[in-house]
């Protein structure tokens, strides 16, 4: 499923690895000069860290995107200061930023399904006297004042992989009767000193060079320079500190069980029970994020979520959860990260998760509340597959939701169409998916609107540069599992008609699952990074009545099988009757492809792409001119 901005947002429960700092959007348009920081931790796990950071503005567009720089921060947790900032002319003189030059914010308030902030604070500081080839600098104390998790210690800092950095310094400076675990890459550890019960741990890199990203690439942080330290001893651990924060919201209290009787009234059956509840919550609880302090991490209670009918990912599963328990179904909470680019947790033990879902032990089966109606009971997004989990009860080490197959990624397309010869076309687009596959057709029904069919037909056809009108139907099995999208369209321009020419066979409407997906990600001679491949399997079928003195000159028909690429091609004519057959099918144990893979993958893809270009000719005779 390929989930739009707003349900992606949704599903924030922690920016993934999240940097600690904040750096420029535009990449290339400025360079790193110094970053540093030091943090000092308290006996209680609490800390300190003073950050400075200097870069150079190279261009003109880093004029705006970093002329300003924003410290963000939870009031309720942290206190912040700032120590200097400053403009450093190319001359050498030093324009220092005044007080009018830091502005403060207090409170984020978000429409649609941002998270709102209402403790967040947010100091902008504005350079002043800015000219490209300028360099700003700014230096500042954070104070963290209560622990998101009791008695634990994480920090990371990322350094962003589309900008050269020249010096970094991290320090950081702990009693020694705490236990620091690391992970670190591109950072070089400087012997550490002990002295006065404290231990002192330092790192440093130099001259860290641009790292080009490629396209799909997933699990990009295990080769981006970064250090990461936590005093999380391992995953359990932070399964249970999560737990100790949300379990008392789960409270199955006489209002929840009202609910639960009322949802499943006259089912007795648990799976029943389990889908009816699900498809109560994903229909009657909108996401709503409101965080103050730690509450990024701590849910509300299930009661207070069923009275006000909103609540963030973490809320969906309290309630979900407590729901369920009501008709004595046992679940549990699961942490993951649902986007695709997180196929690999830190060595570090890390609060690296943007979403919690739900486990059913009774039926193997995760849940998404979140995502909506348009994904059914059973089914996870395929942003939410083949990713490592931590199940918070009962914790039972690191596990992975379900790879999704190419039988759970299926479509297929049917186009029958007419052809005049006058160059008019009378068409039928009939695409079915299954499993995964069938959520995008259920989003695009959704984004239409039941009383606007007619009208985005007509601005699909616009798009396209064809003329006509038309009509697009949707229907979903009785089970679920699939969904069948109908384009009836009549074209009054599909082709110039003349003594000869081309008969397209591409789709009027891609749907969930296209070829031409897979161009962009093995358009490159190699590749370093790993890559996002899932598996799927595609149907695609044309069948065209063409006037009957038109002539056609057909390709030959492949059979391909190479590494994991099935495909084959068949091109017959009957009659007036023109029929081809493309089927494509990817089988892979994993949604992840190494870079050793790339180079089969890329030879498979290119004897592909041959046969999808070959031509439907056709010569019209006098008669039909």
Known sequence: MKLNDAMKKAMFLLIWLAASFTYAQDTGHVRFLKFQADYRVNADATYTVVRETAYRLLTESALVSSGKMPISYSSKLEDVEILEAYTLKKDGRRVDVGAAGIQTQQGR???GNGISRIDQHTLMITFPQLEVGDSVAYKYRLTQKESVFPDQFHAASVFARGFAWDAIDVSIDMPTSITLQIESEQMHALPVVEQNGRRVHRWHARNLPIIQNEPASVDMFLSTPRLIASTFKDWRQFAAAYEARARSKTVVTPVIVQMADQITQNVAEPWTQARLIYEWVTKNVRYVATWIGAEGWVPHDAESILSNRYGDCKDHVVLLNALLAAKGITSSTVLINSDRSSYTLPSVVYPAFNHVITYLPAFDLYLDSTAGSIVP????????????????TPY?????TPMVTSPHFFAS?????????NGSASAELAITANGVAAIELRELQRSIGR???????????????LEGEGTISFEESNDGASMTMRLNVSISNFLAISDNGTIPLSPLLVGPIAFDTLRAVY??????LPYWCPAWTLDDRYEIHVPKNMKLILPKGRSIKESEFSYSSHYAIDGNKLTAVRRMSIDRPTLVCQPGEYPAGKSAILRIERDLRAQIIYQATEQTQ
Do not use: C, Y
């Open 109 to 111: 308030l978000a429409s």
């Open 377 to 392: 009971f059973g089914v996870l997004p395929l942003s939410n597959a083949d990713k490592p989990v931590i199940h918070t």
């Open 523 to 528: 358009k490159r001679p190699s590749r370093l």
């Open 413 to 421: 397309r049917v186009t029958k169409m007419v052809l005049t010869e």
């Open 396 to 400: 039972d080490g690191v596990r992975r």
């Open 451 to 465: 009383k606007k069919e007619a009208e985005w037909v007509r601005e699909f056809l616009d798009g396209k540069n």
